[in-house]
């Protein structure tokens, strides 16, 4: 074959037959995406179907439901009270009747041998407390080897809510051991004391009132110091006067100088106010 009809041949060959070319035809070609005009994209929102809104009330109340539900099922099993588990029991359980005796009901409860303190009786119990521990530091502090024989000190103080000794002072005062002192000088012991407030110092008991009971009585008041002597060493405060030192000084026992306990103090004679000389 000559090359013009070679030619004729292939172009034949790679052309599409009519039913091909029908198809294609058919077959509509694809559109390309164009942009929406403004006026387009307005009246598509104006037409579009809105999204249904949510209560808030209906959205909380179902979280609060779902919350209660999880802290249900993490409650343990001690949660639920034993009344209501009882109580739940006891409902599935016919009621039944019980028959007392005649003779239960004449028993009469048996009360035991304990009875309720009172307020007395703890009362006491403190301060009978109190008064051994004032015991038990009275003999450790050594007042009966340096020469106290004052019988109460243990006895609660006036601050501690004591009372009046039978010397009718009030305990563990600087009045009340001098006043022992001179009954004791004068073999006075035990009650009724020789000496008490009402006929010794009965125009005032206290300690700065002494002296002025003295003067009215006409008992002697001097500078000078004797053994037995009271010392009042001023303000409110008196001692009994244990030696005269050849140095001039005195020694002195006493009490409440140290509050509420027995001491000894050595001073100049020219120190103390004045000495009360014993009564007769």
Excluded at 90 to 96: D, F, I, P, T
Excluded at 108 to 127: C, H, I, K, N
Aim: glycine residues 8%; aromatic residues 10%.
């Amino acid at each position: 074959m000559t090359r013009r009809q070679l030619r004729e041949v292939a172009s034949k060959a790679q052309a599409p037959s009519p039913a091909a070319a029908k198809s294609r035809a058919a077959t509509p070609r694809a559109l390309k995406p164009r942009k929406l005009k403004g006026s387009e994209v307005r009246a598509l929102r104006r037409t579009g179907a809105k999204s249904p809104r949510k209560n808030p009330i209906s959205t909380l109340a179902t979280m609060a439901v779902v919350g209660g539900m999880f802290a249900v099922a993490g409650l343990p099993a001690y949660a639920f009270s034993e009344q209501e588990i009882a109580a739940d029991a006891v409902s599935n359980v016919g009621a039944q009747s019980v028959a007392v005796s005649s003779a239960a009901n004449a028993l009469v409860p048996v009360r035991d041998g304990f009875r309720a303190t009172t307020p007395e009786q703890l009362a006491e119990m403190s301060t009978n407390a109190l008064r051994a521990a004032a015991q038990a530091e009275y003999l450790a502090s050594g007042a009966r080897e340096a020469g106290d024989d004052y019988p109460w000190p243990y006895e609660l103080t006036d601050d501690q809510g004591g009372g009046l000794s039978p010397l009718n002072y009030y305990y563990r005062e600087c009045v009340d051991f001098v006043a022992w002192r001179l009954n004791r000088d004068v073999g006075s012991y035990s009650a009724p004391f020789t000496w008490v407030w009402s006929n010794l110092t009965p125009l005032g008991g206290n300690g700065g009132q002494w002296m002025y009971n003295w003067q009215a009585k006409g008992w002697p008041v001097s500078k000078t110091p004797v053994v037995g002597a009271v010392a009042y060493t001023g303000g409110n405060h008196i001692a009994y006067v244990k030696s005269v030192n050849a140095d001039g000084t005195v020694t002195i026992e006493e009490y409440n100088y140290i509050p509420g306990k027995y001491s000894q103090r050595t001073l100049p004679a020219s120190s103390v106010v004045a000495f009360l000389y014993p009564p007769s």
